[in-house]
């Protein structure tokens, strides 16, 4: 079965410090791990896809496949970091995605 | 080209009435997804389509679903007979067979009285 699990429904840090929003999953094969985040009052967008390992707005996130991990990453919190962050998993096929209940970051100032 | 649109962006409906939303993709994307949300939940997968072919359908979707997608360019999802447990947002999402990367649209918010 396929599983994303994301433990933090809710974190908050300071403006500056540094963020970690935590993904395991469950997946029998080879998955493709994605980032997913929506601002206040847009539509879900894509952040980042392991699969190109770049770094979006500071962010970035390396899959550990033996930890099944796919942890987003950000030294340096701006305030326009603030939104709902999605952990998401596709498989093969039909390359549905699979999300985790998403984390709802606040940064300070 | 603005993206995903979905129309409407809001609909309330009373338990037992039927109800459809539209959903329009990215030009020349040829895969459509349809997810829904319910509130502290992530997007849940409900079907999608490679062109007009419907390929995949959740054990969400229950009979009272359906979706087409008769010309390979837009969608409709319809719920009959609606229960107060359909409250959602409905979501949808377009992407190009091949490439993994889904855009969603601004999705339709569900409220069965």
């Known amino acids: 079965a396929q599983r994303v699990t994301q433990p933090e429904k809710l974190l908050s840090v300071f403006k500056g410090a540094p963020v970690e929003l935590k993904c395991n999953y469950s997946?029998?094969?080879?998955?493709?791990l994605f980032w997913y985040v929506q601002y206040s009052r847009q539509r879900l967008q894509l952040l980042l896809r392991?699969?190109s390992r770049e770094s979006i707005k500071g962010f970035t996130a390396d899959l550990n496949k033996g930890e099944t991990s796919f942890h987003l990453k950000k030294p340096f919190a701006q305030e326009e970091d603030s939104a709902m962050y999605y952990c998401?998993?596709?498989?093969?096929?039909?390359?549905?995605?699979?999300f985790g209940q998403g984390t709802r970051l606040t940064i300070n100032p | 080209d603005t993206g995903v649109s979905q129309d409407p962006r809001h609909k309330i409906t009373k338990r037992g009435q039927n109800v459809t939303f539209r959903c329009d993709p990215i030009?020349?994307?040829?895969?459509l997804y349809w997810y829904r949300q319910t509130l502290g939940q992530g997007p849940e997968f409900l079907t999608y389509?490679?062109?007009?072919?419907?390929?995949?359908k959740s054990r969400l979707l229950s009979d009272r679903f359906s979706a087409e997608r008769p010309k390979g360019s837009f969608s409709t999802l319809e719920i009959q007979r609606t229960e107060q447990g359909d409250s959602a947002m409905y979501l949808c999402?377009?992407?190009?067979?091949?490439?993994?990367?889904?855009?969603f649209g601004p999705g339709t918010r569900l409220t069965v009285l």
């Open positions: 999402a377009s992407t190009v067979w091949g490439t993994q990367t889904q855009y």
């Open positions: 997946y029998s094969g080879s998955p493709e």
């Open positions: 392991h699969i």
């Open positions: 998401a998993l596709s498989g093969e096929g039909a390359q549905k995605l699979v």
């Open positions: 030009s020349e994307h040829n895969r």
């Open positions: 389509f490679q062109n007009e072919a419907q390929l995949e």
